[in-house]
């Protein structure tokens, strides 16, 4: 994951830019990167760490430059190191690069003969140095005196003929020297949006970073080139015929505003969206309530496609991460609820297997971004395949949201924090609804759970007021040599989910587990160097889990119980307990 940002306008260009980055910093913070157009050459500056260590860099020589490109960067290709930070140099071009390009050995080989030299060791350098190649190839030796049309031209020929041998999913943007006020780029796979304001043109990967600008953007279609200058901006698709003339933007307004990407008072975004839970429920929800509370879910969406889901025999529901332990948790409810065959699976494995999809087999995506490349790849799959497709999705205009067949939409608004939190609770919250909805069509309907359901932004509420219990916890925590993570039933993914979570936040390494498994071998492990965190409810399968937790005991673990308010019993156990509303 990493961002990009570019401006051109009537105004200096380094202040949106870093501002830009700091938007973006979510996606990527091992370094970062910035070119500013000026008529001499580029000025190019980069820095390992943070986007403040290049703020700080360029604060001794604040720029008056009006255009410019930048990059925060996540290392994938090649180690984090200023020689590898964007924006990458190759002759007149200047460029920063999302994604992958997965044949740039190849390329790198073809060009190192043609006597192109390398200093880093990203696939970026070379995307750069191909597209260089076609440039002087096209313009000869001519380039800088040419007409600003023909430069033009020959710039958008240039990169149509580079990506002609190009493979990979990827976006990026570039500048070319002496072509003053322009900036290129291509949608190849990653996203890319285009914003206007009255002062200029905003292109960057992600909205975050131009909503403080402008309420409308252009979301450019998969597989299109573009150009823009302080007054317009324009794109076609990449096999357009070359006589066939370049798009105006199509701008829409967007439903998010500015204000709801700001922290808010919190010290992280992390925090603030996990406190945004309760009102992400209740908004994922809207629209979803009943009219008589006892019917369940009359759901608008579902309306449409009641037929559909009266006679599905088979669902599969796909994602990665956070949304694929979502989509587990969601296995219980059609299967409890809706008594509908679930089969689950995650994007990258999907996407390489040969699955069956026999007559009625729905399939549903969940993702948060929309854009999750295995997960696209993995719809894609089933569309080809004929299948009705379905995407639960948190940002409605994403690639994902529009290639499904239909939209589930979560609510949950910006997810800045790079650990997901609330989107996951609204991906929860959606696919139960739609698990409650599904039960009521197929004449099974489930009173209790859809109470719940409809009770859940006000227990939230209450959960979330024992903040200062948490954080005691957390610091004890800390000290473990290890923590797992426990429960059966619903709860074995959310214990999935809990050391995925811990793993990514703190790097104390963490496991999840089905309960029952435990004794299978994880249970070797435990010391009292270990924490369990052990997810225990008074469901229909919590004498099992509490016989579980005894295993732990009896290994001198350190136990944490997350389990049912008021349970004594189960607080008299453990070194901690946090009970739940049920
Ligand atoms: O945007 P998506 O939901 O498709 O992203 C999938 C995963 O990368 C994501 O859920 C990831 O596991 C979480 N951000 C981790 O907290």
């Known amino acids: 994951m990493c961002g990009i940002i570019g401006y051109t306008g009537s105004k200096p260009a380094q202040p949106f830019l870093i501002e830009g980055l700091k938007k973006l910093e979510y996606r990527g913070y091992d370094s970062a990167g910035i070119?500013?157009?000026?008529?001499?050459?580029?000025?190019?500056?980069?820095?390992?760490?943070?986007?403040?260590?290049?703020?700080?860099?360029?604060?001794?020589?604040?720029?008056?430059?009006?255009q410019g490109i930048a990059h925060t960067r996540w290392a994938t290709h090649g180690g984090p190191s200023e020689i590898n930070a964007h924006p990458h140099r190759s002759g007149e071009l200047v460029l920063v690069h999302n994604g992958i390009i997965e044949n740039h050995i190849a390329l790198k080989e073809v060009l190192?003969?043609?006597?192109?030299?390398?200093?880093?060791?990203?696939?970026?350098?070379?995307?750069?140095?191909?597209?260089?190649?076609?440039?002087?190839?096209?313009?000869?030796?001519?380039?800088?005196?040419?007409?600003?049309a023909e430069k033009r031209q020959i710039a958008i020929q240039?990169?149509?003929?580079?990506?002609?041998?190009?493979?990979?999913?990827?976006a990026f943007v570039a500048m070319f020297r002496?072509?003053?006020?322009?900036?290129?780029?291509?949608?190849?796979?990653?996203?890319?949006?285009?914003?206007?304001?009255?002062?200029?043109?905003?292109?960057?990967?992600?909205?975050?970073?131009?909503?403080?600008?402008?309420?409308?953007?252009?979301?450019?279609?998969?597989?299109?080139?573009?150009w823009l200058d302080s007054k317009t901006s324009f794109w076609n698709p990449i096999h357009a015929p070359k006589s066939a003339p370049f798009r105006p933007s199509a701008y829409e307004t967007l439903e998010w505003s500015a204000e709801k990407v700001e922290k808010d008072g919190y010290e992280t975004f992390m925090l603030k969206e996990?406190?945004?839970?309760?009102?992400?429920?209740?908004?994922?929800?809207?629209?979803?309530?009943?009219?008589?509370?006892?019917?369940?879910?009359?759901?608008?969406?579902?309306?449409?496609?009641?037929?559909?889901?009266?006679?599905?025999?088979?669902?599969?529901?796909?994602?990665?991460?956070?949304?694929?332990?979502?989509?587990?948790?969601?296995?219980?409810?059609?299967?409890?609820w809706s008594r509908l065959d679930?089969?689950?699976?995650?994007?990258?494995?999907?996407?390489?297997?040969?699955?069956?999809?026999?007559?009625?087999?729905?399939?549903?995506?969940?993702?948060?971004?929309?854009?999750?490349?295995?997960?696209?790849?993995?719809?894609?799959?089933?569309n080809e395949a004929g299948c009705s497709?379905?995407?639960?999705?948190?940002?409605?205009?994403?690639?994902?949201?529009?290639?499904?067949?239909?939209?589930?939409?979560?609510?949950?608004?910006?997810?800045?924090?790079?650990?997901?939190?609330?989107?996951?609770?609204?991906?929860?919250?959606?696919?139960?609804?739609?698990?409650?909805?599904?039960?009521?069509?197929?004449?099974?309907?489930?009173?209790?759970?859809?109470?719940?359901?409809?009770?859940?932004?006000h227990d939230l509420d209450r959960?979330?007021?024992?903040?200062?219990?948490?954080?005691?916890a957390g610091k004890s925590m800390a000290q473990s040599r290890l923590v797992l993570f426990i429960g059966r039933g619903p709860l074995y993914p959310l214990a999935l989910e809990g050391a995925l979570k811990l793993k990514e936040l703190t790097y104390v390494p963490a496991e999840g587990f089905a309960a029952g498994e435990l004794k299978h071998g994880p249970i070797a492990y435990i010391d009292d160097q270990v924490t369990t965190i052990v997810l225990a409810p008074q469901d229909d399968l919590y004498l099992k889990t509490v016989s579980n937790l005894q295993e732990v005991k009896a290994r001198g673990g350190k136990i944490i119980a997350i389990g049912t308010e008021g349970d004594r019993e189960l607080a008299g156990q453990c070194h901690d307990f946090f009970g739940l509303p049920q």
């Not at 050459?41 to 986007?51: L, N, S, W």
């Not at 240039?158 to 990827?170: F, M, N, T």
């Not at 309306?303 to 796909?318: D, M």
Request: aromatic share 10%; charged share 20%; glycine share 6%.
């Open 112 to 148: 190192s003969k043609k006597g192109f030299q390398f200093v880093s060791q990203t696939d970026s350098e070379v995307l750069a140095a191909w597209i260089e190649h076609q440039r002087a190839q096209l313009s000869g030796s001519h380039w800088k005196n040419l007409p600003l």
């Open 389 to 457: 497709t379905f995407s639960i999705c948190n940002v409605p205009t994403s690639t994902i949201a529009r290639e499904s067949s239909f939209q589930y939409p979560t609510k949950a608004g910006p997810e800045i924090g790079v650990a997901s939190t609330k989107a996951f609770t609204a991906q929860l919250t959606v696919l139960s609804a739609l698990a409650l909805d599904v039960a009521r069509l197929r004449g099974v309907g489930q009173t209790e759970a859809f109470h719940a359901l409809a009770r859940l932004p």
């Open 158 to 170: 240039a990169i149509k003929q580079a990506l002609e041998h190009i493979e990979g999913h990827y």
């Open 35 to 66: 070119a500013l157009y000026s008529p001499k050459d580029f000025q190019i500056f980069r820095a390992v760490g943070p986007v403040a260590e290049l703020e700080n860099q360029l604060s001794s020589s604040p720029s008056t430059a009006t």
């Open 274 to 336: 996990i406190f945004q839970q309760p009102i992400v429920v209740a908004d994922s929800l809207s629209g979803r309530l009943p009219e008589a509370e006892t019917q369940g879910f009359h759901w608008d969406h579902l309306k449409a496609n009641e037929v559909l889901w009266k006679n599905v025999k088979r669902l599969y529901l796909i994602a990665c991460g956070t949304s694929y332990h979502a989509a587990l948790v969601a296995k219980y409810f059609f299967e409890r």
């Open 342 to 382: 679930c089969h689950v699976d995650i994007a990258s494995e999907f996407r390489y297997r040969s699955p069956v999809f026999e007559p009625g087999t729905v399939v549903g995506v969940i993702s948060q971004s929309g854009e999750t490349a295995d997960t696209l790849a993995a719809l894609r799959l089933a």
């Open 178 to 226: 002496d072509l003053e006020d322009h900036i290129f780029g291509a949608q190849m796979g990653a996203p890319m949006v285009i914003a206007p304001t009255e002062h200029g043109f905003f292109v960057a990967s992600d909205l975050q970073a131009t909503l403080q600008h402008s309420l409308k953007a252009f979301i450019l279609p998969k597989n299109s080139i573009f």
């Open 463 to 472: 959960v979330l007021t024992h903040a200062e219990k948490y954080i005691q």
